[in-house]
Nanobody, 114 residues
Framework: QVQLVESGGALVQPGGSLRLSCGTSGGSFNTATMGWYRQAPGKQRELVATITGSGTPTYADSVKGRFTISRDNAKNTVYLQMNSLKPEDTAVYYC????????WGQGTQVTVSS
């Protein structure tokens, strides 16, 4: 069983920055592909970014150049640095673990508003 705990969500003004963290326990973090997804009200959950166990990232077009995913295998933690935030980034952000099976965190709310 893998447990994921997200933190770092908050209310931030447009143009601001936030860093989300996702700590994991159990499983094989070093070899898992970790990801961040988000779900806005009334919309489907969508991919934001993923990072392989070896550190190769991928990003949704909507966040390229603004968001950076990273991982610290010694801490079993994945991060999402979000810069130049826009109101359309408002959503619940979920951490995802994939290694033969898949687990999700409980989500953390990010609200971008003035």
């Amino acid at each position: 069983q893998v447990q994921l705990v997200e933190s770092g969500g908050a209310l931030v003004q447009p143009g601001g920055s936030l860093r989300l963290s996702c700590g994991t326990s159990g499983g094989s973090f070093n070899t898992a592909t970790m990801g961040w997804y988000r779900q806005a009200p009334g919309k489907q959950r969508e991919l934001v970014a993923t990072i392989t166990g070896s550190g190769t990232p991928t990003y949704a077009d909507s966040v390229k150049g603004r968001f950076t995913i990273s991982r610290d295998n010694a801490k079993n933690t994945v991060y999402l640095q979000m810069n130049s935030l826009k109101p359309e980034d408002t959503a619940v952000y979920y951490c995802n673990y994939r290694f033969y099976t898949e687990y999700w965190g409980q989500g953390t709310q990010v609200t971008v508003s003035s």
